[in-house]
């Protein structure tokens, strides 16, 4: 089991924005958490093959604390929990934390990429 760090994603836009990626993921991997409070406009994106998983976006307000201890799912401007089941799923985060990290629920023959964006 590995732990996916987030790698910055350079683009022609770095003065005003930020990308990460969580690359490559599979059902055995977990995710290290990404210190991105200073961003207010959060956007996360996935892609690949889900093989049955569902891949959620937690939080955590705990800047006092690397790595943080406490997660909570975050939500979408609708208030839904952000879930993405399927390839090339995109949603808007309605909370601002400190702290952002995907979580997996089950399924087997997952490679998934993660995106974070933010500005």
Known sequence: MALIKPVRVKTPFDADILV???PNATEND???ALAFGRQTDVTMQTEGIFG???YALEGSLEAETD??????ALKDPQGIAIAHATADSIDSVQEAVYWYRPARTAGSGVDV???LFGK
Not at 67 to 72: A, G, W
Request: proline share 11%; glycine share 6%.
């Open 20 to 22: 990460y990626k969580w």
């Open 67 to 72: 790595p943080p201890t406490k997660f909570v």
């Open 30 to 32: 977990t995710f290290e």
């Open 113 to 115: 990429t993660i995106y």
């Open 52 to 54: 049955g998983a569902t």
